[in-house]
């Protein structure tokens, strides 16, 4: 079993940056790659970035590239979710997952392929 806890949302205005952080604790974390996906409201889950296990990946969803950056530190079991230049439309609940061993984009992109998730926070951007 691995237990993921997501922090860092909150209320910020568009064009502000948070960090997100997901703290893994359980089995190894350097065995699974993590992956963020969000839900906005009325919406379906989606996914945002992924890091490879080896950290030697990563892939993000067009809309938040070149804005949001994602990056794990092994040594504290922890991922992030750095996000820059927030716009209204990156509302949503954030979710972190782990999945063991992904080593594609197709899995590293497809919520179906974590096994473990988080219970989400919540990032509210304001026009």
């Known amino acids: 079993q691995v237990q993921l806890v997501e922090s860092g949302g909150g209320l910020v205005q568009a064009g502000d940056s948070l960090r997100l952080s997901c703290e893994a604790s359980?089995?190894?974390?350097?065995?699974?790659?993590m992956g963020w996906f969000r839900q906005g409201p009325g919406k379906e889950r989606e996914f945002v970035a992924a890091?490879?296990?080896?950290?030697?990946?990563?892939v993000y969803q067009n809309s938040v590239k070149g804005r949001f950056t994602i990056s794990r530190d092994n040594a504290k079991n922890t991922v992030y979710l750095q996000m820059n230049s927030l716009k209204s439309e990156d509302t949503a609940v954030y979710y972190c997952?782990?999945?063991?061993?992904?080593?594609?984009?197709?899995?590293?992109?497809?919520?179906?392929?974590?096994?473990?998730w988080g219970q989400g926070t919540q990032v509210t951007v304001s026009s």
């Open positions: 359980g089995r190894t974390f350097s065995d699974y790659s």
């Open positions: 997952a782990a999945g063991m061993r992904l080593g594609s984009i197709a899995t590293m992109t497809d919520q179906t392929r974590y096994e473990y």
């Open positions: 890091i490879l296990w080896s950290q030697s990946s990563t």
